[in-house]
């Protein structure tokens, strides 16, 4: 994936990720709360990684 492209699905992610952790704090499934929590988690990370990539293409630049 590009940079990019993680960048973005991170951020989706993570919006989806703190969705489900409020539809299963409201209604009271646990197991939903959790897949959220992971799913914000994987997004984050992918976050990270497309930020990591943008760094290292600067870095070769240079």
């Keep these: 994936m590009s940079s ?5 699905s991170g ?3 993570q ?3 703190k969705a ?3 539809v299963g ?3 009271d499934d646990k197991e939903l709360e959790a897949k959220g929590a992971v799913q914000e988690a994987k997004g ?4 990270a990684a497309g930020h990591a990539k ?4 600067d ?3 240079k």
């Design 4 to 8: 990019t492209t993680d960048k973005i």
């Design 11 to 13: 951020v989706a992610n």
């Design 15 to 17: 919006a989806a990720g």
């Design 20 to 22: 489900k952790q409020g």
């Design 25 to 27: 704090k409201a209604v």
């Design 44 to 47: 984050s990370a992918q976050k």
């Design 54 to 57: 943008d760094a290292v293409k």
């Design 59 to 61: 870095a070769i630049k």
